[in-house]
């Protein structure tokens, strides 16, 4: 009987190192993964709850306190399936699934997570990630060869687990400080000049973790059509919030069709190919910013829709749904700029990027100029997104990705 050799795939409990693209593979998303992006489903409705609870500027700063270590956990998580995880490793999946039952625990927590119950956040946190610490152990035992990508990830996230569990015994505010600082170590670890250099040495699959976080945001999504449902059903069918609905629905749809009719993933493709880690550190990262505003998107759109029957909204509420879809589409705009540095310049990139950064700036214009009823505030917002799905669609078609980076591959040859 032959030896199994860790990197065979028959080795039903061992870690792989999945960063080389396979022309004739077709990696998709496992149900495992499925699975766990339930759990942050309930855990961003939750979130979401928070601000519609309280709306303050207090509220808010808490939300992102919160948020921040949220999407941090699913990140983790994905990081690590995108380059050593294979559906035969049956270890891989029983820790997930201690990671998920930590994750629930974490998700009724929420409502009193900065409150009564903040240690059992922060303990249940360090105890998610140390299950983390011990799937990238595994990869240490399994995959010699990514043990300097290991090494550096593992040596950040061990010491921001420590202070995670330590902020337990520690009473707030200062509970909270350590919680910031604890985030600032892990955030930025993947930023060192090593960390950029590991990227290029072990990239993530260049389908799989675009393909990831799509699906967050599409997890995301959900939850403003949560929000909108919710508003409909407070109000109580009445005529002007049914068609204040149907225009945020509008929205909904156009900034779902404004990030997936162009995924601009040029910047994952080009550090698989040894390329500057810049661009993709930079295309990571805003995608928490992105998320952010759309779980915002859809609590502006409950406020508004609630509050459709009043003559004019709040400044509050005006500026939550304002802000948010501003920031979307500014960061979104952030996100193309990545794919624009990742290969040649292109007209449709360019046209897009200063597109919604102007629709952007439009909409805060007129939230600084103007005091808007729910029906004319989701309405404008309607025809702007509109507009900018058919600005899309009009401009120069792009040429593919794949294209793009073998252009940056064979420049780089010469």
Known sequence: ??????????????????????????????WAELLNDLVFTVIIAQLANRLLTHLS?????????LYIPVWWLWNGETHYSTRFDHE????????????????????ADIPQALESRSFIFAATYAAVRTVLLVEYGRAWYHVPEARPYIRHVATGFAISVLIWAGS???????????????????????????GGKLHRDFPPDVRHLPERYGQFTLLVLGQSV??????????NFQPHALLTTMLGGVVIIGLWWA??????????????????????????????PLTIALTIVGVGLT????????????????????????????????????????GPSHLSFVWGISVRLGLAVSLVIVRLCSSLNALWLIGITAVAIVGLIISDHLSPSAPESTERVKRVRRRRKK
């Not at 035969?88 to 998700?107: F, N, P, T, Y």
């Open 1 to 30: 009987m032959p030896e199994l050799h860790p990197h065979d795939e028959s080795a039903n409990s061992a870690p792989l190192l999945r960063t080389e693209e396979k022309p004739d593979e077709e990696r998709r998303i496992t």
């Open 57 to 65: 500027a207090q509220a808010i700063g808490e939300f992102f306190l």
């Open 88 to 107: 035969r490793d049956v270890m891989h999946r029983l820790l997930g699934s201690l990671q998920l039952l930590g994750l629930i625990v974490l998700a």
């Open 168 to 194: 337990v015994f520690i009473e707030p505010p200062y509970r909270y400080g350590l919680w910031a600082i604890a985030l600032i170590i892990e955030l930025s670890t993947p930023l060192t000049s090593s």
């Open 226 to 235: 949560t929000g909108v449902t919710l508003g409909l059903i407070q109000s």
């Open 259 to 288: 990030y997936f009719d162009r995924i601009d993933d040029d910047a994952v493709r080009q550090v698989s190919v040894g390329g500057s880690a810049g661009p993709y550190a930079f295309w990571l990262y805003l995608h928490l």
């Open 303 to 342: 406020y508004a829709i609630r509050g459709s029957a009043r003559a004019e909204l709040t400044e509050a509420e005006q500026w939550l749904f304002t802000g948010a879809v501003a920031g979307y589409l500014a960061t979104q705009a952030g996100i193309s700029i990545t794919t624009l540095k990742a």
